[in-house]
């Protein structure tokens, strides 16, 4: 008897859907994103079992373009609890999988604008392990500051808006 393949789809999450494993939550706060790209990741075997788990930090990765290839440095995926002497180096560089042109793209814009790729997310997407990288310019102290002084008022208003709702002002 063959399986129902839209059973297994319910159990995992409907087709295309994204399952989140890392995000890189200082990324917006330290940088402002200018476009957002899409890259696999070439992993080893051991690196993808311990990503099934959850175990992953991108807290100081960021991606660079060397040879014509793009790589994702200081990703620390631990090494995983039931691997053999066949475990992988928590912190060693993966290649990005992107198409030339994508490739060609980001180095222009990088070496115009003086930008960085910092990945923002790191997820499964139909089985394979993809990256948000984002295309961004660091913020100074002083933007850090004003989106926080914009935030708080964005927050104040909402607030009002919600007691004038409820008749307390």
């Known amino acids: ?28 706060h330290n940088y402002s994103v200018i ?7 070439a992993l080893q075997g051991t690196e993808v079992k ?5 175990h992953a930090s991108l807290a100081d990765a960021f991606a660079t373009v060397d040879d ?15 691997g053999s002497w066949t475990n992988h180096d928590p912190r060693r560089n993966r290649k990005l999988l992107l198409h030339r042109q994508q490739i060609d793209r980001l180095v222009g814009k990088i070496r115009d604008g003086n930008l960085a790729l910092v990945p923002m997310s790191l997820y499964f997407s139909e089985g394979k392990v993809k990256v948000e990288l984002a295309l961004a310019r660091g913020k100074r ?22 007691r004038r709702a409820k008749g307390m002002s």
């Open 1 to 28: 008897m063959a399986k129902d393949p839209g059973r297994a789809r319910a159990a995992g999450g409907k087709r295309g859907s994204k399952q989140i494993i890392a995000t890189n939550r200082k990324a917006r």
């Open 35 to 41: 476009e957002l790209f899409e890259a696999g990741v």
């Open 50 to 54: 311990s990503l099934r788990e959850g």
């Open 68 to 82: 014509g290839e793009v790589w994702l440095r200081n990703l620390h995926i631990p090494e995983y609890e039931h």
């Open 141 to 162: 102290a002083h933007d850090k500051r004003q989106d926080m002084a914009r935030r708080d008022a964005q927050r104040e208003v909402v607030r009002e808006l919600g």
